[in-house]
């Protein structure tokens, strides 16, 4: 009977070292901070919750493709490069499903801790790296939120709903049209089966007379 291999708590493998594992925080130590030092990263990453805004927005966990570049430079790492976002909504003027890919351009610094720019740089100003990772999600989410539409259209000629039936106008005949009923005689007519639309009293010929 083979011996048990006493276990090793101090060891631990790379993937461990990771942040949980988090696909979008990168692990800069491949890379290093030798200036003009270069990484190319294409992964692809699930979209967390509420990345959207009324109408239109990424569905939680859909996969977002990243194709970046990661350059060291003096002060940071310079992030560039393009990310492809699945959404689906609503048309804003005639409600019919919308489904598209959002194609985005990244480009953003991140700044070495104690960094000038980091050091000269206002909370909210300039992105930080954290320890040895960096985070790409709150970049990609402002990214993402910044440039959903607030009023999607299904197609930019989109004609929007019939304000008497609530069908699509784009469904219907270039002659759909209806009846105009006048209120003031609207329940004679329901009573005597005439035309609400006719003038006149309910029941009144409408032909011109002949002199």
Known sequence: MPATQPHRTGARSSEDRRPAANPWKLDLRELGRRAGSMQELDRTAPAPAEWRVELIGVPEKA???????????????????????????SCARCLEPIEDTLRLDIQELYAYEGSTTEATSEEDEVRRIEGDFLDLEPLARDTVVLNLPLAPVCTED?????????????DLPADHSHEIVDARWAALAAKFGTPASSPGTPGESTTPEEN
């Open 63 to 89: 996969d977002v493709r990243l194709q970046l570049r990661l350059e060291s430079v003096m002060e940071g790492v310079l992030v560039t490069g393009e990310m492809a976002v699945p959404v689906v909504g």
């Open 158 to 170: 989109c004609a929007g709903l019939c304000v008497d039936c609530g069908e699509r106008l784009d």
